[in-house]
């Protein structure tokens, strides 16, 4: 009978000892998100920006550069040259899109404010797209909204539409009236 109770016992340590572990698992990967979250704040990606056609490595970064530059310069959002941090490409080299790491929280801030003003804009700029740099979790989070949306614009024959909108982890799907 005192076999089965030190038997019993150890089966319940080893059950809370495996929750424990789970817990730490847990927190270690909540950690590791935010820790990305943060090194990600303050990073737009623009997508579609024009390709550079030099065939060093330093002259595509500088001509990367100055593209980014002159998007900011064109959106007039108040930036200045030092306000950019880091330029690189991401992908291949064919189909790659820039990430621009900008300095300031506010200046990324008034990037996204000033994205209206990109219609108005030269062509090499008019086609390009600036987004939030999202962690993967929220990239699958904003996927699974986007499908949800699209499944509601599809089901709706109103005069409604519907779009994900808002900052990365507090994306939402939001309703418009159609044009």
Request: aromatic fraction near 4%; glycine fraction near 6%; include cysteine.
């Amino acid at each position: 009978m005192a076999g089965k109770h030190v038997e019993a016992k150890l089966d319940s340590l080893a059950l809370n000892v495996e929750n424990v572990n789970k817990a730490l698992q847990e927190a270690r990967e909540a950690a590791l998100e935010e820790q990305d979250k943060e090194s990600r704040k303050n990073n737009i990606i623009v997508y579609r920006a024009q390709e550079s056609t030099a065939t060093s490595t330093e002259d595509r970064l500088r001509e990367d550069v100055r593209f980014c530059q002159n998007l900011h310069i064109g959106l007039n959002a108040g930036l200045i040259d030092e306000d950019i941090k880091k330029v690189q490409r991401l992908g291949r080299r064919v189909d790659a899109q820039t990430n621009a790491a900008v300095c300031k929280q506010g200046s990324k801030k008034l990037v996204m404010e000033s994205l209206c003003k990109l219609k108005s804009m030269e062509a090499k700029y008019r086609n390009v797209g600036i987004a939030h740099d999202m962690t993967k979790k929220e990239r699958e989070e904003c996927k699974t909204l986007v499908n949800e949306a699209k499944v509601k614009n599809e089901s709706e024959t109103g005069d409604w539409i519907y779009r994900v909108r808002g900052p990365p982890g507090q994306m939402k799907i939001v309703s418009f009236r159609r044009q």
